[in-house]
């Protein structure tokens, strides 16, 4: 099957079909000799359920933050509560319903209840109901619960697609390769990949279709073709191709201590993007002299609350720590578009990637954004950091989101909480309104880093992450290159500095392009840093130059790709 390379290197293993299923109440009416019965049915689902959050509480006592124990508590309670019970007993005896259909009466009324309440933490709750009562009701059909994060072996992930919480809470040494339906080279599921350097083939539209799970596949995640039920011969080849891209990884670590220095002596910087603090050992490994992209974000999901400023606090010093004195660029929350969590209220919108999302949401709600940016102050006393603001497309945003930013600083000035008063500010360029008003932009900011994942979708007009139009999915069109020339160009102009932190500054075709088009800083998935690295310190930035010039010149993505191809010598 061909789909989207999504993030390289081969995998082979047994697949694991992740299908989540819809699951459909039964909702029947019972005879009174069938009350006993359906009570009993509901109590055993109880009792599953308790067993199970238990059991789960266990298994992950040591790696849950406070908060996360007391939701676990929270509802183990929950599936005990009285008022629950009494509920669906009620609706059992006196309505005559089924058990299932008790349940999700219940469970509904109870979940309005909460979500008409004026308490913030409370109407919070609402979600943690939902989900308690999903389980219940998966045990009353006698159904399991798709998840990742329980997984007996070690498996190929074959699923419709991923989101970013099915990948947070996946069990990533478990998992060997993705393969999903849906999906583009810079959705959520590559970008994670990529950072867990997993190979992943992404956008085969029907594999979970043809397979039912347990099948052998190899997954080719550098030219995007997965193959079922491969042959020996099939196997044997692949085998030793992964044995040979383990090989060259290894070589190519050499580089690991080495600057990004061309033959003339212009030196760039190689950064890593990352999204959990776990994230940060691989840049290491891999040699990041700094982080380009934090995607803060990922401590927002997977959870029933917002994290309070302590635990941000906790976790973005853990990173810094660890980072020991290299530079950290912290985005701030970009959720809205494809991310969305669970305990906050999104507006169900026609266009999500062009409505309430990243720093709009930051500035209509300035209650998270000082929350957030409180806790990236106080971590900026124990290592260097940045603070960026996502999807900017106006000056009047760069000074109210700055406008929060000081009243953090002088609540934190208050009450005596130290804190670096001079850290830089940028934006992500993302949009092209961004690009075509970079020079007015930069009077406002330190830096730029240039989101070409989203720049490509919102300059082409083409979803990043919709599989029938990915072949126009192009960050190399004319039209995204020449704003990013305006971006570079507009921050020099100023003495400023530009990086790019979308996954075309990891884009071997591309080093040389960017290089010579005048990018200070490359942010990538951390895998990708060595080859970039290797790819810059081959050429001269004269040459690079030339052909970045030429490359400007040119009028369509094919003619550039057939260009670049015909210099590119083979090392
Ligand atoms: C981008 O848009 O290029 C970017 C880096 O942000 P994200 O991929 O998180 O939207
Ligand atoms: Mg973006």
Redesign the pocket.
Known sequence: MQGIAASPGIAIGKVYLFKKEILEIDFRPIEENQIHREIARFEEAKHKTREQLEAIQKKLADNMSDEEVDIFSAHLLMVSDPTLSYSVERYIMVNRLNAEAALEKSINEIWEMFQGLDDEYLKERATDIKDVGTSMLYNLAGKEMASLSRLDSEVIVVSPDLTPSDTARMDSDKVLGFVTDAGGR?S?TA?MARSLEIPAVVGVRNATYLLKGGETAIVDGSSGIVYFNPTDEQLDYYYLLKESYSHNKHMLQELRNLPAITTDGRRVEMVA?IGVPKDVKVALKNGAEGIG?F?TEFLFMDRATFPSEDEQFKAYKMVVEQMAGRPVIF?TL?VG?DKNLGYMDFPRELNPFLGWRAIRIGLDRPDILKTQLRAILRTSHYGCLRIMY?MIISVEEIRKANWILNEAKDELRKNNIPFNNNIQVGI?V?TPAAALIADRLIEEVDFF???????TQYTLAVDRGNETIAHLYQPMHPAVLKLIKMVIDASHKAGKWTGI???LAGEETAAVVLLGMGLDEFSMSAGSIPIIKKQIRIVSYEDAKNIADRVLSMSSSNEIAEYLDSITKPF
Do not use: K, V
């Not at 880093?449 to 720049?455: A, R, V």
């Open positions: 810079t959520h970008i993007n992209l995607r985005r970009d578009g996502p992500m993302e880093s240039i989101g070409t994942n989203d720049l932190c979308g996954e």
